[in-house]
């Protein structure tokens, strides 16, 4: 394991906000990071894993504790049980869209439209990260981790890992501790294997998004090409000419709501129906079993609706900033807070707590922070 002198985490994360931590490492392989972690978590002291530092929010204050850096890279692409799968073996460090512009590259299908998401590949499943109708939760098989209170190392599949919408068992959302404390060392995903041919696209989401037609057939890099266009017109892809990209992606979370509350919204509120599980477990005893099964009770499934709409409808436009602050809605997104020069995470959470009271005032939602974050409070 190597220790590096302390830097300000302003310098290591998108944000670019936060101060330096205590002592910092950088592990450039599976043991040298497997070492650190245990000797970090055998002294007891506060700690985080950093990747690409595109989805912490840091505070301004010196962190007092120690930050390992996942710098490890590397992909091993394996046969898939399935006919016409690839499978796909990343280290944690390798860089997100280093990984998609590789599966396009090769012909595999299935996360190209999360083309341009800033970031490390161990940092995917913890958020579940996705983009236009695509989600990793629908192409990941399993993570190597190592889990916090044992040491241990082991291969989790997929179904364990609690993947949600912008969520997992792993994820440090706001004001809660992850439900099992451990870092990925690597992931395994099974992507389709469609050549470089043109093809019909599903899911509307992506469809819409890129002006096609139900019919209309795209190769993958076509795809790839014009999501990172979409992506770039937007401000969502890392460009350091560009301070609307100085920010952590989306900050709030589209909100999932029932649907009767998604009924008291504007119907011009953008909204996707969340799938219901369609398949739930009925138990009855054989002692009672009098041959008549109930039908299942009709259940309405949850509305995912956007958060960018909600802030813009409620008075908060691209580019607001508060006076005298350096920090400023992206003038292409209403959902990237950005620091537009030296923006302290101070003035930058003045900015959140601002946006969060006037949606809350207007529409009775109050939205959640997407990032992590780390000695900083909203």
Same mark, same amino acid.
């Given at each position: 394991?190597?220790?590096?002198?302390?830097?300000?985490?302003?310098?290591?994360?998108?944000?670019?906000?936060?101060?330096?931590?205590?002592?910092?490492?950088?592990?450039?392989?599976?043991?040298?990071?497997?070492?650190?972690?245990?000797?970090?978590?055998?002294?007891?002291?506060?700690?985080?894993?950093?990747?690409?530092?595109?989805?912490?929010?840091?505070?301004?204050?010196?962190?007092?504790?120690?930050?390992?850096?996942?710098?490890?890279?590397?992909?091993?692409?394996?046969?898939?049980?399935?006919?016409?799968?690839?499978?796909?073996?990343?280290?944690?460090?390798?860089?997100?869209?280093?990984?998609?512009?590789?599966?396009?590259?090769?012909?595999?299908?299935?996360?190209?439209?999360?083309?341009?998401?800033?970031? #490390?590949?161990?940092?995917?499943?913890?958020?579940?990260?996705?983009?236009?109708?695509?989600?990793?939760?629908?192409?990941?098989?399993?993570?190597?981790?190592?889990?916090?209170? #044992?040491?241990?190392?082991?291969?989790?599949?997929?179904?364990?890992?609690?993947?949600?919408?912008?969520?997992?068992?792993?994820?440090?959302?706001?004001?809660?501790?992850?439900?099992?404390?451990?870092?990925?060392?690597? =992931?395994?995903?099974?992507?389709?294997?469609?050549?470089?041919?043109?093809?019909?696209?599903?899911?509307?989401?992506?469809?819409?998004?890129?002006?096609?037609?139900?019919?209309?057939?795209?190769?993958?890099?076509?795809?790839?090409?014009?999501?990172?266009? #979409?992506?770039?017109?937007?401000?969502? =892809?890392?460009?350091?000419?560009?301070?609307? #990209?100085?920010?952590?992606?989306?900050?709030?979370?589209?909100?999932?709501?029932?649907?009767?509350?998604?009924?008291?919204?504007?119907?011009?509120?953008?909204?996707?129906?969340?799938?219901?599980?369609?398949?739930?477990?009925? =138990?009855?005893?054989?002692?009672?079993?009098?041959?008549?099964?109930?039908?299942?009770?009709?259940?309405?499934?949850?509305?995912?609706?956007?958060?960018?709409?909600?802030?813009?409808?409620?008075?908060?436009?691209?580019?607001?900033?508060?006076?005298?602050?350096?920090?400023?809605?992206?003038?292409?997104?209403?959902?990237?807070?950005?620091?537009?020069?030296?923006?302290?995470?101070?003035?930058?959470?003045?900015?959140?707590?601002?946006?969060?009271?006037?949606?809350?005032?207007?529409?009775?939602?109050?939205?959640?922070?997407?990032? =992590?974050?780390?000695?900083?409070?909203?």
């Amino acid at each position: 394991m190597t220790e590096v002198a302390p830097v300000a985490l302003s310098r290591l994360t998108t944000l670019r906000t936060g101060g330096a931590p205590e002592r910092l490492f950088e592990a450039t392989t599976t043991a040298e990071l497997i070492a650190t972690l245990r000797d970090v978590w055998s002294s007891g002291d506060p700690w985080f894993v950093l990747g690409g530092g595109s989805n912490l929010f840091v505070g301004d204050e010196p962190f007092d504790g120690t930050v390992v850096r996942i710098l490890t890279e590397g992909i091993e692409r394996m046969p898939s049980p399935r006919p016409g799968f690839a499978r796909l073996k990343v280290e944690a460090g390798h860089d997100w869209d280093a990984l998609v512009a590789y599966s396009v590259a090769e012909g595999l299908a299935g996360i190209e439209a999360m083309s341009g998401i800033p970031g #490390t590949v161990g940092a995917a499943p913890v958020q579940n990260v996705g983009a236009y109708g695509q989600e990793i939760v629908q192409t990941l098989v399993e993570v190597d981790l190592i889990d916090e209170a #044992t040491g241990e190392v082991s291969t989790v599949p997929a179904a364990e890992l609690g993947l949600g919408f912008r969520t997992s068992a792993l994820k440090h959302h706001y004001g809660s501790v992850p439900a099992r404390r451990a870092v990925i060392l690597s =992931v395994t995903l099974e992507l389709a294997e469609v050549g470089h041919e043109q093809r019909t696209i599903a899911g509307d989401q992506l469809r819409s998004a890129l002006g096609l037609g139900v019919d209309d057939t795209v190769s993958v890099a076509w795809v790839r090409e014009h999501v990172l266009a #979409t992506r770039a017109r937007k401000g969502m =892809v890392l460009d350091a000419d560009d301070p609307d #990209t100085y920010s952590a992606g989306s900050f709030f979370q589209n909100a999932v709501v029932s649907a009767s509350f998604a009924r008291t919204l504007p119907a011009a509120c953008p909204r996707w129906p969340v799938a219901p599980d369609l398949d739930p477990i009925l =138990v009855i005893p054989l002692s009672a079993f009098d041959g008549y099964v109930p039908p299942p009770a009709a259940v309405e499934s949850d509305v995912k609706v956007s958060a960018a709409w909600l802030i813009e409808h409620a008075g908060v436009s691209k580019g607001f900033k508060l006076p005298r602050s350096r920090a400023a809605l992206s003038s292409k997104h209403a959902l990237a807070l950005t620091n537009r020069g030296e923006a302290t995470a101070a003035e930058l959470a003045q900015l959140a707590r601002y946006i969060q009271g006037r949606v809350q005032a207007e529409f009775g939602l109050v939205l959640q922070p997407e990032p =992590v974050l780390v000695n900083v409070e909203l």
